[in-house]
């Protein structure tokens, strides 16, 4: 049952990830972030 939540939250960390990644090079190529 461990291995288990431990796999599912794997999955859920990598998905998390991906996702900001993705988000961050949008953002990244838009150019909209202010330039401090």
């Known amino acids: ?4 939540f431990v796999h ?3 999955q859920f960390l990598a998905r998390l990830n991906d996702l900001f990644t993705r988000e961050w090079k949008d953002i990244a190529r838009s ?3 202010p330039h401090l």
């Not at 049952?1 to 288990?4: F, K, S, W």
């Open 1 to 4: 049952m461990l291995a288990r």
């Open 8 to 10: 599912v939250l794997m």
């Open 31 to 33: 150019d909209c972030l």
